[in-house]
T-cell receptor, first 110, second 115 residues
């Protein structure tokens, strides 16, 4: 059975801390891995990763994929209260189906 | 505001009512999705339409009936729902084709409450 597992389930940090969120997967016919940020409403797209070892970076956020070990990490440096959200990892297969992980709830305290 | 528009934003209905959720996008995306999301849980895929044809139905009860009248619109018709169907219903769209997956764009969702 295809599955995506995220850890930790929740995390509370202070502003300025660096956090690492994990996503491991077992998906047949893997095509790509995506990270989303969900605050109160719609998940918003952060990164899409298709190749191992190539870091994607956007401001304080970065992500990398390891297709051999079947995992990805999302790093957030110098966290701010606006980073508080649920971070969702999703894996897309070649049939264009998306499998979502359980999410990591991040709370950043001032 | 997102590029995928969902209406209504909130809906309260009784178990015997019939209502519809609507989703619209004008990005030229040819794949559209319905997800159900309960509190503190990830989105669960319900249906996928690709080029206006139903391509994935994740064993959803028949009280949920999707419809894709054209490439910009996606509806979800609701009838005889149960209290456990109360959730946030998210619509998403993405491009189809090409070598790589295209990321999904999500609407803000319809928060549905069944009395």
């Amino acid at each position: 059975e295809d599955k995506v597992v995220q850890s930790p389930l929740s995390l509370v940090v202070h502003e300025g801390d660096t956090v690492t969120l994990n996503c491991s997967y077992e998906v047949t016919n893997f095509r790509s891995l995506l990270w989303y940020k969900q605050e109160k409403k719609a998940p918003t797209f952060l990164f899409m990763l298709t190749s191992s070892g190539i870091e994607k970076k956007s401001g304080r956020l970065s992500s990398i994929l390891d297709k051999k070990e079947l995992f990805s990490i999302l790093n957030i440096t110098a966290t701010q209260t606006g980073d508080s959200a649920i971070y969702l990892c999703a894996v897309a297969d070649t049939g264009n189906q998306f499998y979502f992980g359980t999410g990591t709830s991040l709370t950043v305290i001032p | 505001d997102t590029e995928v528009t969902q209406t209504p934003k909130h809906l309260v209905m009784g178990m015997t009512n019939k209502k519809s959720l609507k989703c619209e996008q004008h990005m030229g995306h040819r794949a559209m999705y319905w997800y159900k999301q309960k509190a503190k849980k990830p989105p669960e895929l319900m249906f996928v339409y690709s080029y206006e044809k139903l391509s994935i139905n994740e064993s959803v009860p028949s009280r949920f009936s999707p419809e894709c009248p054209n490439s910009s619109l996606l509806n979800l018709h609701l009838h005889a729902l149960q209290p456990e169907d109360s959730a946030l219903y998210l619509c998403a769209s993405s491009q189809v084709g090409g070598r790589w997956t295209q990321p999904q764009h999500f609407g803000d969702g319809t928060r549905l409450s069944i009395l």
